[in-house]
Antibody, heavy 124, light 108 residues
């Protein structure tokens, strides 16, 4: 059974860089042909797609965040990562990593597998 | 950019009710629409994709319909486990660039 787990600091200072990693178990990123996604949810609010990355490193970014985001993948560690620079209080959210369900097109932008999410608070 | 608008934002219902949630797109999205259920403290759960395809393991009381700019999620007979927030999501048929609706909370 595929599992995803987010990890990283729960508290980041304003203007600094938020860094999160998603560790995949139950399957190998290098042999799975899907785009892996990051989605966030401010407390009490709705969902926002951040970006997606393929095993080759090809990425798609949310245009509203594009200038601050970098996604990367490390197939040797079975992980993919998110960096968000120049954070403000508006970036406080639960951050989820996710993947499309089995049996759909590899570029699919809907998600059947989710991590449990990790709360990142931006505060001094 | 395509905007997804859900209505109502909150819906009060009782066990056994037939419940309908509406999602409207600011421009046509063909049939590329998914629905999720989210309970407090949990990650979203995929219910439906491609407008009406039920994700594996999802009860058949959930169904989806629509095309173009207007879509609906229907729960035929609301169960206690169904009280949650529901999100629609548009996605492209060629790239992973989704847009979520604002959510509909189904409460008792």
């Amino acid at each position: 059974q595929l599992q995803l787990q987010e990890s990283g600091p729960g508290l980041v200072k304003p203007s600094e860089t938020l860094s999160l990693t998603c560790t995949v178990s139950g399957g190998s990123i290098s042999s799975i042909s899907y785009y892996w996604g990051w989605i966030r949810q401010p407390p009490g609010k709705g969902l926002e797609w951040i970006g997606s990355i393929y095993r080759s490193g090809h990425t798609y970014y949310n245009p509203s965040l594009k200038s601050r985001i970098t996604l990367s993948v490390d197939t040797s560690k079975n992980q993919f990562s998110l960096k968000l620079t120049s954070v403000t209080a508006a970036d406080t959210a639960i951050y989820y990593c996710a993947r499309p369900p089995r049996g759909v097109d590899f570029w699919s932008g809907f998600y059947g597998y989710w991590g449990q999410g990790t709360l990142v608070t931006v505060s001094s | 950019d395509i905007q997804m608008t859900q209505s109502p934002s909150t819906l009060s219902a009782s066990v056994g009710d037939r419940v309908t949630v509406t999602c409207r797109a600011s421009q046509t999205v063909a049939g590329w629409l998914a629905w999720y259920q989210q309970k407090p403290g949990e990650a979203p759960k995929l219910l439906i994709y491609k407008t009406s395809t039920l994700q594996s393991g999802v009860p058949s009381r959930f169904s989806g319909s629509g095309y173009g700019t207007e879509f609906t999620l229907t729960i035929s007979s609301l169960q206690p486990d169904d009280f949650a927030t529901y999100y629609c999501q548009h996605y492209n048929n060629y790239s992973p660039e989704p847009t979520f609706g604002g959510g509909t909370k189904v409460e008792i």
